[in-house]
């Protein structure tokens, strides 16, 4: 009905949802053979390997965001700032994060939102929300290949 459509961050089922789906991802992504623990990338390999005290501030950082994105009532924050208040270029720049390694990733969170049965409109948003900062993820990749 119109004037009464609930945000995704309500569809989703709010913040404790969201954090079920990113916990399921992020720890799944690590064994992902393109973007994790055996990734050709040598800094995303690096960091699933040996860095892996940096992984619930992950999890936390990405929470935010989603809710955020989502439309919830969490402001995200950015460690690294980008040019935007949502933007992720700086966060990921030296990771040099390619574009099939960040569509790798994009298939695991197609996995986890399966996992956790959201339905497919609610799913679709969470990926087009996803999608839509391909280019600002790749930067540092893009840079890298200039
Ligand atoms: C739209 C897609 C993505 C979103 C929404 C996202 C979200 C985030 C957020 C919110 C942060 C923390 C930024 C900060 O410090 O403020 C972060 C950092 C990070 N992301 Fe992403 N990310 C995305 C894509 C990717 C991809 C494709 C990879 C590749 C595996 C990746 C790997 C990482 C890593 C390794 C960090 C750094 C953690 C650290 O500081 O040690 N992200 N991401």
Redesign the pocket.
């Known amino acids: 009905m119109e004037g009464t459509e609930k945000t995704l961050y309500d569809r989703l089922g709010g913040v404790f949802a969201i954090a079920a789906v990113v916990n399921h991802f992020s720890d799944n ?1 690590l064994e992902n053979p393109t ?1 994790g623990k055996e990734s050709p990338n040598p800094v ?1 390999r690096d ?1 699933s390997n040996n ?1 892996l005290d ?1 992984l619930p ?2 999890k936390f ?2 929470t ?3 809710c955020a ?1 989502a439309g919830g009532p969490q402001k ?1 924050v ?3 700032p980008g040019q935007t208040p949502m933007g ?1 270029e700086n ?2 720049r030296n ?1 040099r ?1 390619s574009p099939e ?2 569509d790798a ?2 298939g695991e969170l197609k996995r986890s939102l399966d996992h956790f049965g959201v339905p497919d409109e609610e799913k679709n948003e969470v990926l087009g929300a ?2 839509a ?2 280019d600002e ?1 790749t930067a540092g990749y893009r840079a890298a290949a200039a």
């Open positions: 992504i973007a995303l960091w860095q940096r501030g992950l950082m990405r935010l965001w989603v994105a995200y950015a460690t690294r992720l966060a990921h990771f994060i390694e960040f990733v994009a996803f999608m900062h391909k993820v």
